[in-house]
């Protein structure tokens, strides 16, 4: 089964998509597609395309910027303002295909804007010095990567005007004056990009200057003090001005600060401000929404983000840690809307012989919507013995397996990429193969007379998905299969 060619555009975001991917009641001759725009919904702007010299590295087949795009990760580490921690996992690493892989949490950490006395400065204390020793300092402790790049790459951001760099430089130069002040004082970026100032133990606040081009408006109930802002600098103990803060995964600089060369223009990211297209009783932009919409392609828009290797992968897997963050912690603060879940919380504190019963209904209680968690796990379990109890054992199980030369996905790479660059169109790709298996089997029934099936998705080592389904016949065809001259009909194996 060969999908076709990409070539369908969204008539509201002019996005590119497969016919199939057409929602269920849209017309061939009239497609209408939600998962980019949301029918016209979803009013972005697009990422711009990278400046000149980062356009080029990315582009040409000369041998400094196919190494150039290998070690894309770390140039952009090397030029980030913020630093990321995870555990980045290494299975499937000794051979063959690799993807980025993660074990855990995944934090957004800013560090000090001073540096330590013995220590070299690094992330965004190397923007306060001069550009030649700021780039020495990222060599020495990147010796794998190119001095001239990363000089050039340094040039671009200060030429592109890129303004973390003023903020930060603001923010450290208050600091300096304000350095002998008397009592606690720190310095913040809060939701609506300004700094801001905190003096004394109850925490006044004097607003610093800061450019127009870096604010946003955020309704006034996220726009109030909170844990969404980033502190930038610390004083009044003996180890607070050194220490790590980690950035709140809604803040409108989470992405950009740490991905430089993705946005080496400063473009921010999802906020609470942001809104759906149109009068809507619900009309806020989720970030799921947000992120959705950019990574579908757009004619004069190939390269951001799609043209970033292994970045994008990074960029991914922070994307998804970052919306699974966000619905986590939506759970935890609407508890009260889960009642039910929290009754049967105490059933599965008992079944777990909590001794101290004093905590049931403070637990954080996970639903059956979050995909993944205990309750899914156990309602996906229960179904499918279900089943069984009603239509007995299987009849076949089937794997289905993405294959990364499928034509749908070699048209689509940008040159010089694998499929592994294009994590967004394999997944595409099999989501709508998958599609057309489920069909054969219900509506064709290819092996038979369909009941029922159970299924899961895994991915392999090298990050590529597959299925596993367990299919479940009518009786007589079922014992059909026992023959083995039906299933030649299906399956041979050549000497």
């Given at each position: 089964?060969?999908?076709?060619?990409?070539?369908?555009?969204?008539?509201?975001?002019?996005?590119?998509?497969?016919?199939?991917?057409?929602?269920?009641?849209?017309?061939?001759?009239?497609?209408?597609?939600?998962?980019?725009?949301?029918?016209?919904?979803?009013?972005?702007?697009?990422?711009?395309?990278?400046?000149?010299?980062?356009?080029?590295?990315?582009?040409?087949?000369?041998?400094?910027?196919?190494?150039?795009?290998?070690?894309?990760?770390?140039?952009?580490?090397?030029?980030?303002?913020?630093?990321?921690?995870?555990?980045?996992?290494?299975?499937?690493?000794?051979?063959?295909?690799?993807?980025?892989?993660?074990?855990?949490?995944?934090?957004?950490?800013?560090?000090?804007?001073?540096?330590?006395?013995?220590?070299?400065?690094?992330?965004?204390?190397?923007?306060?010095?001069?550009?030649?020793?700021?780039?020495?300092?990222?060599?020495?402790?990147?010796?794998?990567?190119?001095?001239?790049?990363?000089?050039?790459?340094?040039?671009?951001?200060?030429?592109?005007?890129?303004?973390?760099?003023?903020?930060y430089?603001?923010?450290?130069?208050?600091?300096?004056?304000?350095?002998h002040?008397?009592?606690?004082?720190?310095i913040?970026?809060?939701?609506?990009?300004?700094?801001?100032?905190?003096e004394?133990?109850?925490r006044?606040?004097?607003?610093?200057?800061?450019?127009?081009?870096?604010?946003?408006?955020?309704?006034?109930?996220?726009?109030?003090?909170?844990?969404?802002?980033?502190?930038?600098?610390?004083?009044?103990?003996?180890?607070?001005?050194?220490?790590?803060?980690?950035?709140?995964?809604?803040?409108?600089?989470?992405?950009?600060?740490?991905?430089?060369?993705?946005?080496?223009?400063?473009?921010?990211?999802?906020?609470?401000?942001?809104?759906?297209?149109?009068?809507?009783q619900?009309?806020?932009?989720?970030?799921?929404?947000?992120?959705?919409?950019?990574?579908?392609?757009?004619?004069?828009?190939?390269?951001?983000?799609?043209?970033?290797?292994?970045?994008?992968?990074?960029?991914?897997?922070?994307?998804?840690?970052?919306?699974?963050?966000?619905?986590?912690?939506?759970?935890?603060?609407?508890?009260?809307?889960?009642?039910?879940?929290?009754?049967?919380?105490?059933?599965?504190?008992?079944?777990?012989?909590?001794?101290?019963?004093?905590?049931?209904?403070?637990?954080?209680?996970?639903?059956?919507?979050?995909?993944?968690?205990?309750?899914?796990?156990?309602?996906c379990?229960?179904?499918?013995?279900?089943?069984?109890?009603?239509?007995?054992?299987?009849?076949?199980?089937?794997?289905?397996?993405?294959?990364?030369?499928?034509?749908?996905?070699?048209?689509?790479?940008?040159?010089g990429?694998?499929?592994?660059?294009?994590?967004?169109?394999?997944?595409?790709?099999?989501?709508l193969?998958?599609?057309?298996?489920l069909?054969?089997?219900?509506?064709?029934?290819?092996?038979?007379?369909?009941?029922?099936?159970?299924?899961?998705?895994?991915?392999?080592?090298?990050?590529?998905?597959?299925?596993?389904?367990?299919?479940?016949?009518?009786?007589?065809?079922?014992?059909?299969?026992?023959?083995?001259?039906?299933?030649?009909?299906?399956?041979?194996?050549?000497?």
């Amino acid at each position: 089964l060969d999908l076709g060619p990409m070539n369908i555009r969204c008539d509201n975001c002019q996005a590119r998509h497969w016919i199939d991917e057409r929602t269920s009641s849209s017309r061939t001759d009239q497609p209408r597609f939600e998962t980019c725009c949301k029918h016209g919904d979803i009013v972005l702007a697009l990422y711009p395309s990278p400046p000149e010299y980062l356009r080029l590295l990315l582009q040409e087949g000369s041998a400094k910027s196919r190494q150039f795009r290998k070690q894309l990760r770390a140039y952009d580490a090397a030029l980030s303002f913020t630093s990321l921690n995870c555990t980045v996992s290494d299975r499937g690493a000794l051979g063959g295909v690799n993807c980025f892989q993660i074990h855990r949490e995944l934090y957004h950490l800013q560090g000090p804007l001073d540096t330590t006395s013995g220590r070299a400065p690094r992330y965004a204390q190397l923007y306060f010095y001069d550009p030649v020793y700021a780039t020495n300092t990222r060599q020495r402790a990147n010796p794998e990567l190119d001095r001239d790049i990363l000089r050039h790459l340094l040039d671009m951001l200060h030429e592109v005007a890129n303004p973390f760099i003023q903020l930060y430089l603001t923010a450290r130069e208050r600091l300096q004056t304000n350095q002998h002040a008397n009592g606690p004082s720190r310095i913040i970026l809060n939701p609506q990009m300004r700094l801001v100032l905190e003096e004394g133990a109850d925490r006044r606040r004097e607003n610093l200057p800061t450019s127009d081009e870096v604010a946003v408006i955020i309704p006034d109930e996220y726009g109030n003090p909170s844990r969404r802002d980033i502190v930038l600098a610390e004083r009044g103990g003996s180890t607070d001005q050194q220490r790590c803060h980690c950035i709140d995964v809604t803040h409108a600089v989470y992405m950009p600060l740490h991905y430089v060369l993705l946005f080496p223009y400063g473009d921010l990211g999802w906020h609470y401000g942001m809104q759906l297209h149109g009068n809507r009783q619900r009309d806020r932009l989720t970030l799921r929404q947000h992120l959705r919409f950019h990574l579908h392609v757009r004619d004069g828009h190939e390269l951001v983000p799609f043209a970033y290797g292994r970045l994008f992968q990074q960029f991914l897997v922070d994307a998804w840690a970052t919306c699974d963050q966000y619905q986590l912690d939506w759970y935890r603060t609407h508890q009260a809307n889960l009642r039910t879940d929290l009754y049967n919380g105490i059933a599965d504190a008992l079944a777990r012989a909590d001794v101290d019963l004093s905590s049931v209904g403070r637990r954080v209680i996970l639903p059956s919507s979050y995909l993944g968690g205990a309750r899914f796990i156990g309602q996906c379990y229960q179904d499918s013995m279900a089943i069984v109890r009603k239509l007995g054992r299987p009849s076949l199980f089937i794997t289905f397996t993405a294959n990364p030369k499928w034509d749908e996905i070699t048209r689509e790479l940008l040159p010089g990429q694998q499929a592994t660059d294009r994590p967004d169109l394999v997944a595409r790709v099999f989501h709508l193969k998958v599609k057309h298996l489920l069909h054969d089997l219900k509506y064709e029934q290819i092996f038979g007379q369909y009941c029922a099936s159970v299924w899961t998705i895994e991915y392999q080592k090298r990050g590529l998905p597959h299925l596993h389904l367990l299919l479940f016949l009518d009786p007589s065809d079922r014992d059909r299969l026992l023959d083995p001259a039906v299933i030649d009909r299906f399956i041979c194996a050549d000497g």
